[in-house]
């Protein structure tokens, strides 16, 4: 083989091996670019695959929490136009907690994450809590990080969330923001 050849083909190899790479967890929360390649695992918590995922969704043990951010009505849509967004669908028997996986959050936001969060919980902080969005998505990541910043001891992060259900063909829910 040429060495052209070989270098190009070594460069192509590289690039691959690079591209699938998982990125290390960072200290702090991932404040943008949210749907990008996330770590394997969450400091202080449990990374859930699927299968892993369905059985504790079986157990009814564990509170589930999607963090996705709800559609808001487009800034430039005049006022008179009708504005209907796409319905959302979640894993069965979870609670919808929109925005709550950003990387910084508003004081009237972060409250509503830990209000419902300690509702969600009965104020048991060793009670299994599942945050999930979608596969490479950093807000489940970002909600897992916090909730175990905040003292919660059994916090389990589903990586593939919401695609990974449904490619499952798990059950899903017709999903409205929690109030």
Known sequence: MPVLQRLVLGFVLLGNITANAQPPEPESYRMDDYRAPTPKTVAGGFA????????????????????????????????????????????????????I?????????????????????????DTPVVFYCLADCWMSWNAAKRAVSWGYTQVYWYRDGIDGWEAAQLPMQKAEPTP
């Open 48 to 99: 859930l695959d699927t299968d892993a995922a369905r059985r504790l969704w079986s157990s009814g043990a564990a509170v589930w929490i999607d963090v996705l951010p709800a559609p808001k009505r487009p800034a430039n849509l005049p006022v008179s136009a009708i504005w209907m967004p796409v319905p959302h669908r979640d894993i069965s028997g979870s609670q919808w907690l929109p925005d």
């Open 101 to 125: 996986g950003r990387g910084a959050l508003s004081g009237e936001l972060e409250s509503y994450f830990r209000d419902h969060l300690e509702m969600a919980t009965k104020g048991r902080r």
